[in-house]
């Protein structure tokens, strides 16, 4: 059963910054690419970044780049989200997410992962 456990959400003022993490479990986390999707109320859910099996190739969202970081540490079976300069408009609930294959570089589209976490809340603050 795979698990993926997000933390690291919280109220934050514009212009701040948040990490978030995602610990992944009952699979081998370093052979898939993991990515980040985020919700607003009222929205459909987008992407925000992606990032492949080995680390060594990372996308993202037009709106966050330049201010968010994807990274991961297959030792810890964790990926992380470095937001910085972060805007009201970031405001949402964070998932993470695994690809549904193995030794991928990461996708922008949704439908390409299978397993997702519960979320946590991002708010920013004007």
């Known amino acids: 059963q795979v698990q993926l456990v997000e933390s690291g959400g919280g109220l934050v003022q514009a212009g701040g910054s948040l990490r978030l993490s995602c610990a992944a479990s009952?699979?081998?986390?370093?052979?898939?690419?993991m990515g980040w999707f985020r919700q607003a109320p009222g929205l459909e859910r987008e992407f925000v970044a992606a990032?492949?099996?080995?680390?060594?190739?990372?996308e993202y969202a037009g709106s966050v780049k330049g201010r968010f970081t994807i990274s991961r540490d297959n030792a810890k079976n964790t990926v992380y989200l470095q937001m910085n300069s972060l805007k009201p408009e970031d405001t949402a609930v964070y998932y993470c997410?695994?690809?549904?294959?193995?030794?991928?570089?990461?996708?922008?589209?949704?439908?390409?992962?299978?397993?997702w976490g519960q979320g946590t809340q991002v708010t920013v603050s004007s």
């Open positions: 009952g699979r081998t986390f370093s052979s898939y690419a």
């Open positions: 990032i492949s099996w080995s680390g060594g190739s990372t």
């Open positions: 997410t695994t690809d549904k294959r193995p030794y991928g570089l990461g996708s922008m589209g949704q439908y390409e992962y299978d397993y």
